[in-house]
Each structure stands twice: as C-alpha cells, then as structure tokens.
Nanobody
Framework: QVQLVESGGGLVQAGGSQRLSCATS????????MGWFRQTPGKEREFVAC????????YYTDSVKGRFTISRDNAKNTVYLQMDSLEPEDTAVYYC??????????????WGQGTQVTVSS
C-alpha cells in the first residue's frame, strides 16, 4: 500500500521557520516529481512547490519564492519543504504529493494526509 507520511507541522511565530518532511513507502517515487500543496478552509488546494525526479529543477508559486525551499533525498525516499520568513498567510494544511511524471507534479498520483502549519502574528 502506498504511503506518504508527513511530519514537521505545528505552530510557529511570524518570521520564524519550519521544515516539513514527507517520507514515501516506495523507492519508485524517486522516479517522479514530488511537491507540496496547501489548503485553507473554503479554498481550493493550491500548488506551493515541486521538484523534478533528479533535483535539477524546482518550481514555486510566486508568494513563497525566496522564502521556501524544496529538496529531496531519493536515497531516503523523502521530500522536504524548508519554510523561512513565515507569514500568517502561510497558515494552511500542507499536503505532500507525488507527480504523474518525472518532471511534472500534475496530475498528482498520490497525496499525503496533510499536516497543519499555523503561523501566529
């Protein structure tokens, strides 16, 4: 059974940092793009960042550029999201995702269960 296990969420003050991790259950995922999305109540899930299978390229939504960094360790089947200079607007449930191809996050094949990140002002 495919599993994506996220960790690292919680409460942080504005301006602070947090690191999310997503461990996958299969080394197969090392061949696919991986990424992060987030969702707040009443809104659609939105793309945050993704990284291609061989780590050569990364992509970010404009609102997190320069503040968030996505990385992956294929030997550990894990993807990370380092979040710095956090803002209250970053408060959301963050979801890990496995993409449908080595270089694109969409269509998403698998989702994690989500981890809450709350940024207090």
């Amino acid at each position: 059974q495919v599993q994506l296990v996220e960790s690292g969420g919680g409460l942080v003050q504005a301006g602070g940092s947090q690191r999310l991790s997503c461990a996958t259950s299969s080394e197969t995922f090392s061949r696919y793009a991986m990424g992060w999305f987030r969702q707040t109540p009443g809104k659609e899930r939105e793309f945050v960042a993704c990284i291609v299978w061989n780590e050569i390229k990364t992509y970010y939504t404009d609102s997190v550029k320069g503040r968030f960094t996505i990385s992956r360790d294929n030997a550990k089947n894990t993807v990370y999201l380092q979040m710095d200079s956090l803002e209250p607007e970053d408060t959301a449930v963050y979801y890990c995702a496995v993409g449908g191809t080595p270089t694109t996050i969409k269509p998403v094949q698998y989702w994690g269960q989500g981890t809450q990140v709350t940024v207090s002002s």
